[in-house]
């Protein structure tokens, strides 16, 4: 059965850092391409950021780009963001994903590529 577990999210004033870990269990981890989505009330769950399997490719939303940062480590099957000089309007559901696409593959950024789930987390932003 696999599970991929959240943690890390909370409240934070606007400029101020999270780091969010994403835990995998019942799969190989290091054949899945890792993906951070987030979804804020009444809109529609957006890609914030993934990772190659390899660990040596990334891609960000522009929304995200130059504060978050993913990284991941095979050996505990574990990916995490962390994100600095946070905004209000960053508040959301946080959730990570795992892809098992090829590695000649670009990085999904559409939700539907993604395989498994994680419950999410929540962060919010205060002014």
């Known amino acids: 059965q696999v599970q991929l577990v959240e943690s890390g999210g909370g409240s934070v004033q606007a400029g101020g850092s999270l780091r969010l870990s994403c835990v995998a269990s019942?799969?190989?981890?290091?054949?899945?391409?890792m993906g951070w989505f987030r979804q804020a009330p009444g809109k529609e769950r957006g890609f914030v950021g993934g990772?190659?399997?390899?660990?040596?490719?990334?891609d960000y939303a522009s929304s995200v780009k130059g504060r978050f940062t993913i990284l991941r480590d095979n050996a505990k099957n574990t990916v995490y963001l962390q994100m600095d000089s946070l905004k209000p309007e960053d508040t959301a559901v946080y959730y990570c994903a795992a892809d098992i696409r090829p590695p000649y593959l670009l990085i999904a950024r559409s939700k539907d590529n993604y395989d498994y789930w994680g419950q999410g987390t929540q962060v919010t932003v205060s002014a």
């Open positions: 990772m190659k399997r390899s660990g040596d490719t990334t």
């Open positions: 019942g799969l190989t981890f290091s054949r899945y391409d």
